[in-house]
Nanobody, 126 residues
Framework: QVQLVESGGDLVQAGGSLRLSCAVS????????MGWFRQAPGKERDFVAA????????VYADSVKGRFIISRDNAKNTVYLQMNSLKPEDTAVYYC???????????????????WGQGTQVTVSS
């Protein structure tokens, strides 16, 4: 059974930075694209970023482009999300997810992911 555990969420002031981690067990992730999504209170879960299996391709939501960086360490079976220049509107629970099919391209569609973590809370104060 695949398990994903996110960590690194915290309360931070606007303009600050955080680094989220997602540790995966039960499946090697090197062949799968990985994604980060977020959900603010009362809103739907939104795509944030995704990365291909080898890390050569990345995709970002327009709202985070230029501020967030997704990366991965396949040897550690871990994916990261470096968040810089944080804004209050970035406040949300952040989830990581594994792609459903190996050797597929990183995707913003949550239906293309089959395993999800429990999430980590990021709160940005103004």
């Amino acid at each position: 059974q695949v398990q994903l555990v996110e960590s690194g969420g915290d309360l931070v002031q606007a303009g600050g930075s955080l680094r989220l981690s997602c540790a995966v067990s039960g499946r090697g992730i090197s062949s799968y694209h990985m994604g980060w999504f977020r959900q603010a209170p009362g809103k739907e879960r939104d795509f944030v970023a995704a990365i291909s299996g080898r890390g050569s391709r990345t995709v970002y939501a327009d709202s985070v482009k230029g501020r967030f960086i997704i990366s991965r360490d396949n040897a550690k079976n871990t994916v990261y999300l470096q968040m810089n220049s944080l804004k209050p509107e970035d406040t949300a629970v952040y989830y990581c997810a594994t792609g459903a099919r190996p050797y597929s391209t990183p995707d913003a569609d949550p239906a293309q992911y089959d395993s999800w973590g429990q999430g980590t809370q990021v709160t940005v104060s103004s």
